[in-house]
Structures are given as structure tokens and as C-alpha cells.
């Protein structure tokens, strides 16, 4: 196989269930391409796929770091680089699968050998950008890197503290380094990507309904345990959507029936976000959802074969 399966998509739509149907036709591991699912002790709020829904598959990159630590697009494209080559060593079919926008397109063009985080530099801005606003954060950016700063939105908060920390860290602008990204990176991985598509409508109802099964399997709890294991410590992932708004309502600022309506709305907006980002990506294979109980699930896999052996 020339190149490596990848499948992407929105959240909530069922890239899962699809990757584990796949690999088990094309005897194949799967390796998580999520910026939330590699993390210990969110099982629930990042929808890690359960032992029961891995159906036996081997799975990587899922529940393995520490909620303290912080992953990097580079950090995420080398693990995601080396699990390739051990699957591959063992006569096995890598699968990536995931919905991380900035970590699929990292795999896909590689990324600059100074993509690393400064911790103390990224805890620093966040609080700047919480305590002055992302317009005036947006500000700072474009008086030293304009080029970058048109294709940020003010409240593309991960985006925008990233490019400053870049900034900041380097001393060198953002697009600048990334328009030398050819010459000092990460060796891209040559992608055939599968993207799965549903009608937004659908796609607003499978949010709401896994929202709350989610919140009915204890999310909350979840939250108050990881906050209990991690006192005075600020935790990247818990900046996620669903994290920020238990953590409100455990502070008494929603009620339950308000919680949950927040992380549906929030929900959709993100699975909008990323629709659009993907609508960039070159796609090799689209595959309808709404049809996929009637699709033959080895007409998918004679295409691919036939596309990339």
C-alpha cells in the first residue's frame, strides 16, 4: 500500500463505527487522530471509543497521555509517524482516524521542525488573551505578523494563542515560518483520506442525541473526578467544549437543562467549523452517511484497493 487510510469527518459522524468496519476488512490497526482522545480520564467527554465499540481492533494514540501535558501538532504528527511504522512492521494496515483539522493537515504537509510548545508561554497568553480579549490578542498579532493575523478569526482562541506563542517563542512571525516549512520539517505522510458526509440537519440530531447519553453515562463526574485528581492546575483539555460548561454548572452558574443545551449549540457550531476546514482538503473518497445502512461495505473497500494498491 502506497498510501496510508485515513478517515475524517465531523464529530458525531460515526467515524468510529466506519473505522472499525474498515480495518476489519483490511486487517488493519487504528490510530486515533483526535486532540482530546489521547488523553487520560475523558472517556466520556471526548467520545473515546469504548473497549466494547473497538470490536477487538487495536487502537492507538487513544487514552494514553496524562490531562497535565500538552501535545503539539508536531509532538501529535511524530506519534502519529511512528505507530505507522509499527504497524507496518507488524504486516498490519495503519488506519488513521480522527476529526483534528490542524493535526490531519499537519500529517498531510508536514510541519516546521520549531512546532514544539512552551508551556508556561502558552499558560501566560492564555490568561492574557481571558483577560484583555481576543480583539485586542488579534491586535498584538497583526502589528508583527499581518500576513497571518488575516486568517485568524478573533475567536479561534487555540489558533490565535498558538500563532502568538509561536511568536513569542521563536521570535520569528508565524507565516514565516511556516512558508520555510518545506525545508526544516516533519516528513509528511502520503494520505489517501476518506471524508464522511452527512446532511447537516442529521447531523444537528446525532449532536443532541449523543450530547445527552453522554452527560446520562456521567459526564459530570468525569469532570469533578479529573478536577479532584488535579487540584490548582490548569488543564489544556479541559479548555474543550462540554469541560468549560460542566465546569460552570458545577459552580453553580447552569442549570442542568441549560448545560446541556450550551454544549449542543457549542457542538454544532465546532462540527460547522470543521465541515469548512475539510472543504479545503483534497478528498479522495466521500461517503454519503445518510445512505450507509444500505452501503456494502466491500464495494468501499474494492475502491480503495483498487485506488491505492
Not at 114 to 120: A, I, L, M, P, R
Not at 147 to 160: D, F, M, Q, T, V
Request: hydrophobic residues 35%.
Amino acid at each position: 500500500m502506497n498510501k496510508i487510510l485515513t478517515i475524517i469527518g465531523p464529530t458525531a459522524s460515526g467515524k468510529t463505527e466506519f473505522s472499525v468496519k474498515l480495518a476489519k476488512k483490511l486487517n488493519a490497526e487504528i490510530i486515533g487522530l483526535d486532540s482530546r482522545q489521547i488523553y487520560q480520564g475523558l472517556a466520556i467527554g471526548t467520545a473515546q471509543p469504548s473497549i466494547l465499540e473497538q470490536e477487538g481492533i487495536p487502537h492507538h494514540l487513544i487514552n494514553v497521555m496524562s490531562p497535565s501535558t500538552t501535545v503539539s501538532a508536531g509532538s501529535y504528527s511524530a506519534l502519529v509517524r511512528k505507530a505507522v511504522l509499527e504497524i507496518q512492521l507488524r504486516s498490519k494496515t495503519p488506519l488513521i482516524c480522527g476529526g483534528a483539522g490542524l493535526y490531519y493537515r499537519a500529517l498531510k504537509n508536514g510541519i516546521f521542525a520549531g512546532s514544539k510548545t512552551d508551556n508556561k508561554i502558552r499558560k501566560k497568553l492564555e490568561d492574557e488573551y481571558n483577560e484583555i480579549g481576543s480583539k485586542r490578542m488579534l491586535s498584538k498579532l497583526k502589528k508583527y505578523d499581518p500576513e497571518y493575523a488575516k486568517s485568524i478569526h478573533p475567536n479561534n482562541k487555540k489558533r490565535l494563542v498558538r500563532a502568538l506563542e509561536i511568536l513569542e517563542s521563536t521570535g520569528i512571525a508565524p507565516s514565516i515560518n511556516f512558508r520555510v516549512q518545506k525545508e526544516l520539517s516533519i516528513p509528511k505522510l502520503n494520505l489517501y483520506t476518506i471524508y464522511l458526509e452527512w446532511d447537516r440537519s442529521v447531523l444537528k440530531d446525532r449532536i443532541a442525541k449523543r450530547t445527552k447519553v453522554m452527560l446520562k453515562n456521567g459526564w459530570v463526574k468525569e469532570v469533578e473526578k479529573i478536577i479532584k485528581n488535579y487540584p490548582r492546575k490548569h488543564l489544556h483539555p479541559l479548555d474543550s467544549i462540554g469541560y468549560r460548561e460542566i465546569i460552570s454548572y458545577l459552580k453553580g452558574e447552569l442549570t442542568l437543562d441549560l448545560l446541556e443545551e450550551k454544549i449542543i449549540i457549542k457542538t454544532r457550531q465546532f462540527a460547522k467549523r470543521q465541515i469548512q476546514w475539510f472543504k479545503n482538503e483534497k478528498i479522495d473518497l466521500s461517503i454519503n452517511m445518510d445512505n450507509f445502512d444500505i452501503i456494502n461495505i466491500n464495494d468501499i473497500v474494492s475502491k480503495i484497493k483498487k485506488d491505492i494498491y
